[in-house]
C-alpha cells in the first residue's frame, strides 16, 4: 500500500500544462476562454491540481470533528421527507396518506398547517395515530406565530401518551418569524417573545427543533448560492442574538435551530455549499460561546429548488430533482424532501409523489449513497469551491451584521436590492439562452400543448401578499418568489391559449453543413414560443423552396444556409414571398448592413435576446401577451 501508483510516469508541473494550454488556445485570451465566471462574487479555474489545496485548513479534518465540513456525523445517512397538506386534507385522511409513505421508503413526515390555524389535542392524535414516533420523524410548516405554543404542546402530549422517550422523540416545527419579514415585509412584535418561550418548553427534548432559519427563500428569488448561505448564517445569527438577549444560552438557541435550504442545479457548487455551512455556522456558533458538540453542529434539511421547476415538459423535473438530490446526499445533510414534478401547477398526484418518494430510494438502496461520509473530499476542485463559497457567503454575511443584522438590513432594502441584482442578470441570461432550462427556453417539446391546469397565474410571478396576522402593514419590501422559466412559460401559453398558432417554415438551400445546423437552431428557436415549425433537409433550388413554403401557407419564412449565400439569395426569397410571410435570415451574415438595406430586417442568431425577439414575432403575428 505504501507503493506509489504510475510512478514511471514523471510529474508534470503546472507551468508546463498552462505552456501547453496557452499553444492550444492560439493566441486566445485564457482568462475569457477558460475561467468560468460564476455569479457567487468568484472565477472557477479550468482545472484543479493538488497545488490548490495549499492553504485550505479544513481539508485534513475527520467526519464529526470541528468545523465538520465533512459533515456532523459517522455516517451518511439521511431522513427521507414527504409532505402532506392539511390545507386539503382531514387529521384522518393526512394520516392515512402519510402511513402509506412510511410504508413505501418514507421515515419523516412533513404535514402543512392551514393558514393562522392549529391541531387540538384531538386531532394531533387522529394525526399521529400508529405513526412509530420512535423511528419517524415528525415535521410541522406553516406553524402559526401565535398559536405554536399549543401545537407544540399538544403534540408533545400526545407523544408522551404513547410512551415515547423524550431522546427518542425526532420532531420539528418551523416557527421563524423572520420568514414572515422576508416574504411578508414585517413580523409580530412580540413573535420573538413567543419563540424564546418555544425554546424553552423543548427544552428536555434534545432532538426537537422550534427555530427554522428557511434559507429557501432567498433561492425563490433568484438569489445566487452564496446569497443563499450568507442570507441564511445572517437569520440564524439574528435568533441567536435575539434569543440570548431574552434569557437563553447559545447552546440552548443553538441545539433548538434547523435550516431548510434549497438545492440548486449547479451540481458540485451545491455539494460545496452544504459542506461551506457546516463550517461557517460552527464558527458563528463559537462566536456566540456554544460550548458543545450538539450546538456547533448545524442541522440542515434539503428541499429541491421551487425555482428550478418548470410546467412546459414537465417530467424533466424528475431528472432535475434526481441530480439535485444527488448533490444534497453526497454533501451529507440530515434530511431531503424531493417535490414532487408537477408541484408548480398542481396538487401532486400519487404518480409523481411515488416517483419523488422513490429518488431517495434509489440513491440509497441501489446507488448506495448513504454507505460513504463526505466522497467528495480530496477532489481539488470540490475543496477550492468550498473554500470559495465560504469566503464569497461570509462576505455577505460581515456585510449584514455591519448593518446591524438581519432585520436592519433587510429593513434598509439592502438584501432585496443584492438578491435583485442576481436575479436580474439570470434572468437576463436566460432570456439570451446563456443559461439553459431544457423545454422552456431551449430544446422545447415542438408537439406539447399547454393543460388546463397550466394558467395564466401559474406562469406569471405573484406579489406577496401583506400578513395580516397582526393587522400590520409591511415595514419592508418582501422578496417575491417566481421560477426561473416563468417569461417563457408565459410567452408559450399566450400562443397555446390565443387559438392561433403561427407556421414557420424552415427554406433550406446551398451548403449542406450550414443549411441544417441553422434549421436546426430555428426550429428550437421558434417552438420555445409555441409556433409550429415545418422542416425541410434541403431544397435543390430557392424557386423550389420558395413554392414549398407558400404551398403550406407559412406565416414565417426563414433562409437557412451559409454567410456567403446570402447575399445573393436572400434578396430573390424575399422578393418571391413578397408580403405573404415574414423572411427572417437565420444567422448574423457579414452581408447584413446591405440586405438591411433593401428591406430584409429580420435575423436570428446566438446572440438574440430570444425571449425579446419571440415576443415581437408573437405582436406581429397578432398574438397578445397574457
Not at 51 to 72: A, H, M
Not at 91 to 106: F, R, S, T
Not at 422 to 444: C, H, M, W, Y
Request: charged fraction near 25%; aromatic fraction near 10%.
Amino acid at each position: 500500500m505504501s507503493e506509489k501508483l504510475f510512478t514511471e510516469f514523471p510529474p508534470v508541473s503546472t507551468e508546463k500544462w498552462e505552456e501547453v494550454i496557452n499553444v492550444d488556445l492560439k493566441g486566445a485570451d485564457y482568462e475569457k476562454k477558460l475561467v468560468w465566471r460564476t455569479q457567487e462574487g468568484f472565477n472557477v479555474r479550468p482545472y484543479y491540481r493538488a497545488d490548490n489545496l495549499e492553504g485550505i485548513k479544513f481539508k485534513d479534518s475527520l467526519p464529526g470533528e470541528f468545523p465538520y465540513v465533512r459533515g456532523t456525523k459517522n455516517n451518511n445517512n439521511w431522513w427521507v421527507r414527504q409532505n402532506y397538506s392539511l390545507c386539503d386534507l382531514t387529521p384522518e385522511e393526512a394520516n392515512k396518506q402519510a402511513l402509506d409513505g412510511l410504508m413505501k421508503g418514507v421515515n419523516s413526515v412533513g404535514f402543512i398547517l392551514k393558514p393562522k390555524e392549529t391541531l387540538s389535542d384531538e386531532q394531533m392524535s387522529v394525526l399521529l395515530k400508529d405513526i412509530c414516533l420512535e423511528a419517524v420523524e415528525v415535521n410541522f410548516l406553516g406553524c402559526c406565530p401565535g398559536k405554536s405554543g399549543s401545537l407544540v404542546g399538544s403534540f408533545l402530549k400526545v407523544a408522551e401518551a404513547k410512551g415515547v422517550a423524550k431522546d427518542s422523540l425526532r420532531a420539528s416545527f418551523d416557527y421563524s418569524p423572520l420568514h414572515a419579514l422576508t416574504v411578508k415585509g414585517h413580523f409580530c412584535n412580540d413573535s420573538l417573545d413567543k419563540l424564546a418561550e418555544l425554546v424553552k418548553s423543548v427544552a428536555d427534548y434534545p432532538h426537537v427543533r422550534v427555530v427554522n432559519v428557511q434559507a429557501y427563500d432567498f433561492n425563490n428569488a433568484g438569489a445566487s448560492i452564496s446569497q443563499e448561505l450568507g442570507y441564511a448564517l445572517a437569520v440564524g445569527s439574528e435568533y441567536m442574538n435575539e434569543l440570548t438577549q431574552r434569557g437563553l444560552t447559545a447552546n440552548q438557541v443553538s441545539c433548538k435551530m434547523k435550516f431548510t435550504f434549497s438545492i440548486g442545479a449547479t451540481y458540485f457548487m451545491e455539494i460545496a455549499k452544504f459542506r461551506a455551512a457546516r463550517v461557517l455556522w460552527a464558527n458563528v456558533a463559537k462566536a456566540y460561546g456554544v460550548d458543545t458538540t450538539c450546538a456547533e453542529k448545524i442541522k440542515i434539511h434539503a428541499v429541491t429548488s421551487a425555482w428550478n421547476q418548470t410546467v412546459y415538459d414537465a417530467y424533466v423535473n424528475m431528472l432535475r430533482g434526481t441530480t439535485e438530490t444527488m448533490s444534497a446526499a453526497i454533501a451529507g445533510v440530515d434530511s431531503i424532501e424531493v417535490l414532487p414534478f408537477d408541484h408548480a401547477f398542481r396538487k401532486p398526484s400519487e404518480f409523481s409523489n411515488r416517483i419523488a418518494r422513490n429518488v431517495q430510494s434509489i440513491l440509497k438502496e441501489e446507488a448506495h449513497f448513504d454507505k460513504i461520509v463526505d466522497p467528495a473530499a480530496g477532489s481539488y476542485y470540490v475543496e477550492n469551491l468550498t473554500q470559495s463559497i465560504m469566503n464569497a457567503a461570509w462576505t455577505i454575511f460581515k456585510g449584514v451584521e455591519d448593518k446591524g443584522g438581519y432585520v436592519a438590513a433587510f429593513k434598509a432594502g439592502d438584501v432585496q436590492s443584492a438578491i435583485k441584482e442576481v436575479s436580474e442578470k439570470r434572468d437576463k441570461n436566460i432570456a439570451t439562452r446563456r443559461e439553459t432550462i431544457l423545454g422552456s427556453n431551449q430544446f422545447p417539446n415542438f408537439l406539447e400543448k399547454a393543460s388546463d391546469e397550466i394558467t395564466k397565474e401559474v406562469v406569471t410571478r405573484k406579489s406577496s401578499a401583506c400578513c395580516s396576522s397582526c393587522g400590520k402593514e409591511p415595514e419592508a419590501e418582501p422578496l417575491v418568489p417566481y421560477r426561473g422559466s416563468q417569461a417563457f412559460e408565459a410567452l408559450r401559453l399566450a400562443t397555446d391559449r390565443s387559438g392561433k398558432q403561427p407556421l414557420v417554415f424552415m427554406l433550406t438551400f446551398g451548403n449542406l453543413a450550414m443549411c441544417r445546423a441553422r434549421a436546426q437552431f430555428s426550429c428550437n428557436f421558434f417552438a420555445v414560443a409555441g409556433f409550429k415549425v415545418v422542416d425541410n433537409n434541403r431544397f435543390s433550388t430557392i424557386e423550389e423552396g420558395v413554392k414549398a413554403a407558400l404551398d403550406a401557407k407559412a406565416d414565417i419564412v426563414v433562409a437557412c444556409s451559409s454567410d456567403d449565400e446570402y447575399a445573393d439569395a436572400v434578396p430573390q426569397i424575399a422578393a418571391a414571398i413578397g408580403k405573404k410571410a415574414v423572411v427572417v435570415v437565420a444567422g448574423d451574415p457579414a452581408c447584413r448592413p446591405d440586405l438591411e438595406a433593401q428591406g430584409i430586417n429580420d435575423y436570428i442568431h446566438v446572440k438574440c435576446n430570444v425571449l425579446d425577439t419571440l415576443k415581437d414575432y408573437q405582436k406581429r403575428m397578432g398574438i397578445a401577451e397574457l
